[in-house]
Structure formats: C-alpha cells, structure tokens
C-alpha cells in the first residue's frame, strides 16, 4: 500500500511518462495546412508535394493528384 501511495505523490510532482508522452504531440511551432486543389485535402505544408505552376507553387497530398493537376493545367493551356 505504501508503494501504491508514493508512487501517486511522486507522479504528482514529477513528470511521468504521460507528461513526457504529451510534449511529443504538441508541436514546438505551428505547422502551416495548405489545400489540395485537386482533391481538397488539407495537408501539412511541411510533407506535401509542391509544384510549380508559372510563377505559383502549389501543394499535393500526393503525386496523383500532381500528376492530375499538370495534366489538366496542360490542356487548359493548350486550349487558350
């Protein structure tokens, strides 16, 4: 029973491993979100995909919906 006590009060004044599990999560700057205009996702600007459209840079979720924009943004171009 003393061991069940202690332990609490020492989990009470000193970090434990759900304190050191919360400062993982919480992120030390705020990551930017940037959309996807093909499929409208939001992704972490930090881990999409960019592409540089004229002098515009956008961000993918993934190399579909890259590849899906540069096709389309070819054919507008090709169309006037």
């Known amino acids: ?43 972490d600007e930090t881990r999409s995909i960019p592409f540089r459209d004229g002098g515009e840079l956008v961000h993918f979720c993934s190399t579909a919906c890259r590849d899906a924009y540069a096709v389309n943004s070819k054919k507008l171009a090709a169309n006037g």
């Open 1 to 43: 029973m003393r061991r069940i006590v202690g332990g609490m009060l020492r989990n009470d004044t000193a970090p434990g491993p759900q304190a050191a599990e919360a400062s993982i999560d919480t992120p030390t700057a705020a990551r930017r979100l940037v959309r996807d205009p093909v499929c409208g996702m939001h992704v």
